[in-house]
């Protein structure tokens, strides 16, 4: 069975502080993606990366995958009230026929 | 313009009661997905269905029942359900190569046994 392990589960901080992040498998996707879900919805895709070693940025935010295609990492610069949420990381297994596989989630507070 | 909608929203019954949850999506993907996510906020795959065909059966209980009557819909019947069967569900769809395209997702249904 493979499994997504994401750290930290809870995450507090100050407007303005900078975080990471982590998600980390002994398993090889084929791709890691990273969604937001707010409170009473369902997850929102921020970001697919496809290519060890790929980075991706979106504003604040940027996305790691690791080389070997296990991990990934989800950085956010400068955070803002708004980035409050919960932030799930999720692979998808190489194998064809199968779905995506999250890790448990990370919840940041971003307070004021 | 609602991508992928579940009804109900909320959904309070007794045990031992049968119910179910509706799921739509107007984006033309091939495959679609129920997920149940627990108190502590973990997703867990329960089945998907693609064009119709049930491709992903978790290990999950018989009272569970996926239909697909075409392949815009999915809807799931849960016969006499239990307390432990208290989470939101989500539908979810997507087209081609998941990997890729990642996954559209309904806002759930946050079903409540008593």
């Known amino acids: 069975t493979q499994l997504l392990e994401q750290s930290p589960q809870f995450l507090s901080i100050q407007e303005g502080e900078n975080l990471t992040v982590y998600c980390n498998s002994s398993?090889?996707?084929?791709?890691l993606q990273w969604y937001r879900q707010e409170p009473g919805e369902g997850p929102v895709l921020l970001v697919t990366v496809v290519t060890g070693g790929e980075v991706k940025k979106l504003k604040r935010l940027t996305f790691q995958f690791g080389d070997a295609r296990k991990d990934s990492s989800l950085h956010i610069t400068a955070a803002q009230p708004g980035d409050t949420g919960l932030y799930l990381c999720a692979g998808a297994p190489r194998q064809a026929g199968t779905a995506l596989i999250f890790g448990k989630g990370t919840t940041l507070s971003v307070s004021s | 313009d609602t991508a992928v909608s579940q009804t109900p929203k909320y959904l309070v019954t007794q045990m031992g009661n049968d119910k179910s949850i509706k799921c739509e999506q107007n984006?033309?993907?091939?495959?679609m997905y129920w997920y149940k996510q627990d108190s502590k906020k973990f997703l867990k795959i329960m089945f998907s269905y693609n064009n119709k065909e049930l491709i992903i059966n978790e290990t999950v209980p018989n009272r569970f029942s996926p239909k697909s009557p075409d392949k815009a819909h999915l809807n799931l019947h849960i016969n006499s359900l239990e307390l432990g069967d208290s989470a939101v569900y989500f539908c979810?769809?997507?087209?081609?190569?998941?990997?890729?395209?990642?996954?559209?997702f309904g806002s759930g249904t946050r079903l409540t046994v008593v």
């Open positions: 984006l033309g993907h091939d495959t």
């Open positions: 979810a769809s997507s087209q081609g190569d998941r990997g890729k395209t990642g996954y559209t």
């Open positions: 398993s090889v996707f084929s791709s």
